[in-house]
């Protein structure tokens, strides 16, 4: 996962040859200032999954539909973060469906739980991103491994 504004300080041509020579062909971009550093990693064989927030904002909606990567959806609202005609993450995820996005939607911020995870799949998810959850056990991992398995199963 990158800012745009991380790209744009490092510059596009240093950034995407470091990504090939690493041998990355997926990047979340984030932060985005319009199309044009997202359609230049799609033109460079990049898929591009875009992060769309609860909100349901339009341009990150429209930039999501013009990506060729996964969508990554806001699992769960911050305060304020709710859109009165996407009130649910099922209603935000039916609404990507019905603006013609097909590829997998996976949900990430916000999911903590199996639970989370449970209500990600029920609203039409592909899947989930889960970090600190996990990463906060990573001194126990007994604890991980059940934690993992949790999620595992309401996935």
Same mark, same amino acid.
């Given at each position: 996962? $990158?800012? *745009?504004? +991380?790209? +744009? =300080?490092i !510059?596009?041509?240093?950034?995407i040859?470091?990504?090939?020579? #690493?041998?990355f *062909? ?5 932060? /985005?200032q %319009? ?10 064989g &990049? ?5 769309? #927030?609860?909100? &349901?904002l339009s @341009? *990150?909606? =429209? ?11 806001q !699992?769960k609202?911050g305060?304020? #973060? $709710?859109?009165p005609?996407f009130?649910?993450?099922? @209603? ?5 469906? +019905? /603006? !013609? ?6 949900? !990430?911020? %916000?999911?903590? $739980? ?7 799949? *029920?609203?039409?998810? @592909? ?15 007994a604890? &991980? +491994?059940? &934690?993992? /398995? ?5 996935c």
């Open positions: 996962m $990158t800012y *745009e504004s +991380t790209v +744009t =300080e !510059g596009y041509e240093r950034f040859a470091f990504c090939k020579a #690493q041998g *062909e997926d990047i979340i971009l984030v932060g /985005q %319009g199309d044009a550093v997202k359609n230049r990693f799609i033109a460079d &990049m898929r591009v999954s875009c992060y769309v #927030q609860f909100q &349901m @341009d *990150e909606v =429209e930039s999501a539909k013009q990506s060729n990567g996964f969508v990554y959806m !699992g609202p305060a304020g #973060q $709710t859109n005609d009130p649910t993450l099922k @209603d935000c995820i039916d609404h990507l469906r +019905t /603006q !013609g996005i097909t590829r997998p939607i996976y949900c !990430g911020v %916000g999911i903590h $739980t199996p639970a989370d995870a449970k209500m990600a799949r *029920e609203a039409g998810a @592909d899947g989930v991103f889960v970090g600190s959850a996990v990463l906060r056990l990573h001194d126990d991992p604890a &991980m +491994t059940k &934690m993992i /398995q949790d999620f595992k199963r309401e």
